[in-house]
Each structure stands twice: as C-alpha cells, then as structure tokens.
C-alpha cells in the first residue's frame, strides 16, 4: 500500500453527488478496464467501444497506456515497481472520473492480477468490468507493427511482458474476449451487451 506522506490534508465533499451527476449525463460512471498482452486488441477495442457510447450521446474517455506515458506516468519506466505505481495512478484516476459520472475505458496490459484487484477495490462491484482480451503471444506478435516483440527476443528491449516479464490473467473477469478469433467491432459491442445488461446504460 503506498504511504500517505502528506498529513495536513482533508478531503472536500463537494455539493454536488456522483448522482446528480450521473442524472445528467444519463448513465452511470463506471471503469471498464481492458487487459491483456500488447497487441491483443485492448486499444482498438476500447476505442470501438467509445464510439459506440459516444454515438449514443453517453459520456465517455478512454486512457491508453501509451497516452498516459506521455504526461501523468512520463517518469516511470517499466520495472516491476514502475508497473506497479504506473497502475495505481491510472485507478486514483479513473475514481475520480466514475466519481465525476463518466464512462472511463481503460486500455493498459497491466500484467499483475493483484494491481487490478486494487483497483477494482477503489470503486464498487457495479462500477468496475474487467475485460480480458485473450489472445496467444504469436498472434500479437504477428499484429506488432512497431516490431517490439521481435526487440523483445532479441533482448534490446527488458522486462517485455509476455516475453521476458510475467502477465497474470483475470481469474474472474466479468468478460473475455477472444481477439484471435473475434472483430473488434462485434468484440465492442459484446462490452456494450454486458453494460446494458450491468444498467450502467
């Protein structure tokens, strides 16, 4: 757990609820938070997704775990610790936008099972949807166009996950998806089947 250092703080409840939000943009906030290896799908699916919502007229963001890189995260590396801190603050994150009512679709390999369940703990049950895109490390390879698998074995790249750096699979995800053997749109619209059916929309 990471340390409080700060001490003379205090959290300001604000006027206006998580409800009142959600009144407004007619669905509730919510994490659906894809995982699994680089290039099995997570960000193409994610965004798909976006669309789909976005076509609705629902509030939606999605965070890639490049994207991220660029700002937030831009001083960590990707050492087991450094994954680790990556990870917890994207889920300080994504609380506050459920908080704020919005749909946050994350798109992050996040490789250990436990930095999910943490963040998993940061919001309700009804509030987070594990997606595990399931899909063989030799198909991803053969989708990388950025040839980072091939560096990957060829040692020019370290602690690779799936590669020369452990992934641990959900062991209950409220979905899986098979990206190997599934279209991204109608893997989409699978995620969309199972928010109607949560009544997040």
Known sequence: MTQQKATNIHWHQGKV???????????????????GLSASGKSTVAHNLEML?????FSTYVFDGDNV???LCKDLGFSEEDRRENIRRI?????????????????????YRQDREK??????????IEVYMDCPVDVCEKRDKKGIYAKAKAGLIK???GISAPYEPPENPELVIRSDKEDPMQSAERVLSLLKQSKII
């Open 17 to 35: 609820t998580r409800l009142s939000r959600e009144k407004v943009h007619r669905h509730k906030g919510a994490a659906i938070w894809f995982t």
């Open 119 to 128: 963040v998993r703990s940061l919001l309700t049950d009804d509030q987070f």
């Open 91 to 111: 889920g300080e994150m994504v609380k506050l936008f459920v908080d704020a009512g919005i749909i946050a679709i994350t798109a992050f390999i996040s490789p």
């Open 159 to 161: 602690e690779f996950t």
């Open 53 to 57: 919502l976005y076509d609705m007229g």
């Open 69 to 71: 890189r660029y700002g």
